[in-house]
Nanobody, 127 residues
C-alpha cells in the first residue's frame, strides 16, 4: 500500500518562504510521477509541480514558475517543494500525489491520473 506523508506547511507573511516535503513508501515500481497539488477554499484542486522518474523531467505551473522549485531525493523517497516569494493567493491545502501509470507530458497536472494522495498540509500566506 502506497503511503504519502507531507510536512512543512505553516503560516508565513507575503514574500516569505516555506519548504514542503513528502515521504513516499510502499510503491512497487521505480517509475512514477509524483507531484504537488493545492486546493484553496472554494476553488478546484490544481496541479502545482511534478517530477517524473520516467524522464527525469520536472513540471511547474505557470502561476508559480520562478518562485517554486520541485526536487526529489530518490534515496530518501522524498519529494520537496521549495516555495519562495510567497503570495496570499498561494494560500491553500497542499497535497502530495503519486501515480505509477504513464502520464502524457501535457497532462502532468491532471489529478485523475494520480492514484495515491497524502492527507495534505496547510499553507497560509498573509499580506
Amino acid at each position: 500500500q502506497v503511503q504519502l506523508v507531507e510536512s512543512g506547511g505553516g503560516s508565513v507573511q507575503a514574500g516569505g518562504s516555506l519548504r514542503l516535503s513528502c515521504v513516499a513508501s510502499g510503491y512497487t515500481s521505480s517509475l512514477y510521477l509524483m507531484g504537488w497539488f493545492r486546493q484553496a477554499p472554494g476553488k478546484e484542486r490544481e496541479g502545482v509541480a511534478a517530477f517524473s522518474t520516467h524522464t527525469g523531467n520536472t513540471y511547474v505551473a505557470d502561476s508559480v514558475k520562478g518562485r517554486f522549485t520541485i526536487s526529489q531525493d530518490g534515496a530518501k523517497n522524498t519529494l520537496s517543494l521549495q516555495m519562495n516569494s510567497l503570495k496570499p493567493e498561494d494560500t491553500a491545502m497542499y497535497y502530495c500525489a503519486l501515480t505509477q501509470r504513464v502520464v502524457p507530458r501535457d497532462k502532468w497536472y491532471a489529478e485523475t491520473y494520480f492514484d495515491y494522495w497524502g492527507q495534505g498540509t496547510q499553507v497560509t500566506v498573509s499580506s
